[in-house]
């Protein structure tokens, strides 16, 4: 089955509700606007249900099929928050908020829920639940773990979870998918580097941490290059470095690094971080200052299940007519910790030759809508099918 016919229909409209969530980006789980528009959309559609306050701002609607005897129960995520960047595009709807745009096209994803939810509920030609989930905070404040330590899988009954991502490079309005490993766990480090300041003429009186720093860098470019297998994928990265002296004549009596590491497999998120605590203590031992490591496991590897996988691909084809292999991306995901609650899949929507995500130049191409919620509304009526309509 190509794009639903209705989506055609309602294109204006969702693009205007997208439109206007880009226009008033909101950070982290200060989605306050953003779900009070979500809930009021899915009460207006007529949800069963509309539940707010899940993960602190995030919003639930619960939609019944003209049949439930299939006990079945199939959520449906969207992530909600912007990005702390100044947006760059000059478009017409373009952020009214300084410092803060939908870099990241969770305006577009939110959007293409809600048509599928305006859609499901009008139609309800499916034997089952469908439950779609608004979620704050995928970026970086792990807003998916939130909703589920608030009991969102249980409370729910939910049984296999699902989730999509527009992907600029893609071609605008096809599919990608993968099964297993598909997303990076993104764990964080601080190192402070201390040493023991003075003069810049007489550093053999100190202990020099700029020197130490520059050391542990190069170091740690070896944890990937020299101990990791080559075959398998693994980003370290020093992304700061920062002096506690701006003064030119002034060796500083400590350095402060940060960075983060990327990794597909446990194994190789272990040997990282034993390797980063090994070359730290080392380096004080060996120079006669200290480096203090603060390391932070934060996302998860997001896995995709092998069966739900084929399912959600299934539907893509349905809706596009192919859906090709998609790479490793070395990218965090918060949905990881849905797919760690319930089996599921996550899914690549292409948004054509556009500016990377994260990216002040950035938008949503508002021509992919038709097909993001047709992909939608087909994985609905795919997984829950009703007895006369089975595909």
């Avoid at 099929?65 to 373009?94: N, Q, Y």
């Avoid at 971080?273 to 934060?298: F, I, K, P, V």
């Avoid at 990216?359 to 994985?379: K, Q």
């Amino acid at each position: 089955m190509p794009i639903k016919n209705r989506f055609a229909e309602t294109h204006d409209a969702i693009t205007a509700w997208r439109r206007d969530i880009h226009a008033y980006p909101e950070l982290m789980f200060d989605t306050h606007r953003t779900s009070a528009l979500v809930a009021a959309k899915l009460r207006e559609f007529g949800c069963d249900d509309v539940v707010t306050g899940i993960g602190r701002t995030g919003v639930v609607g619960v939609i019944r099929g003209r049949l439930t005897g299939s006990g079945k129960v199939v959520g449906l995520r969207a992530d909600m928050d912007a990005l702390p960047i100044h947006e760059a595009t000059g478009a017409p709807h373009a952020s009214t908020v300084p410092g803060a745009m939908h870099a990241c096209g969770h305006d577009g994803h939110t959007a293409m829920l809600l048509g599928a939810a305006q859609y499901i509920a009008g139609t309800r030609n499916f034997d089952g639940t469908a439950v779609v989930i608004f979620q704050p905070a995928e970026e970086g404040g792990g807003g998916g773990k939130v909703m589920c330590d608030d009991g969102l899988m249980d409370r729910f009954g939910i049984q296999e979870v699902y989730g999509l991502h527009n992907w600029p490079g893609l071609p605008a309005g096809s599919f990608a998918i993968r099964p297993g490993p598909f997303f990076a766990a993104t764990d964080e480090f601080e190192v402070n580097v201390q040493g023991r300041g003075g003069h810049a003429a007489k550093p053999h009186e100190g202990v020099d941490p700029i020197v130490m720093a520059a050391q542990l860098v190069t170091m740690i470019q070896t944890i990937a290059s020299r101990n990791a297998d080559p075959t398998e994928q693994l980003v370290v990265s020093v992304t700061s470095i920062e002096s506690s002296s701006k003064a030119l004549n002034v060796i500083p009596g400590s350095v402060h690094l940060k960075g983060t590491i990327r990794s597909l497999k446990p194994q190789m998120r272990d040997l990282a971080e034993t390797r980063l605590r090994a070359l730290c203590a080392s380096l004080g031992a060996a120079m006669g200052g200290s480096a203090d490591l603060q390391y932070q496991r934060n996302y998860p590897v997001m896995v995709n299940h092998t069966a739900e996988t084929e399912f959600a691909a299934d539907a893509a084809r349905a809706v596009s007519g192919q859906c090709v292999d998609a790479p490793l991306v070395m990218g965090g995901e918060d949905f990881a910790y849905m797919l760690e609650e319930r089996p599921g899949a996550y899914i690549l929507l292409g948004n054509g030759d556009t500016a990377p995500v994260h990216n002040a130049e950035y938008d949503f191409d508002d021509a992919i809508i038709p097909a993001g919620c047709s992909w939608w509304a087909e994985l609905v009526e795919r997984r829950m099918p009703a007895s006369d309509t089975a595909p």
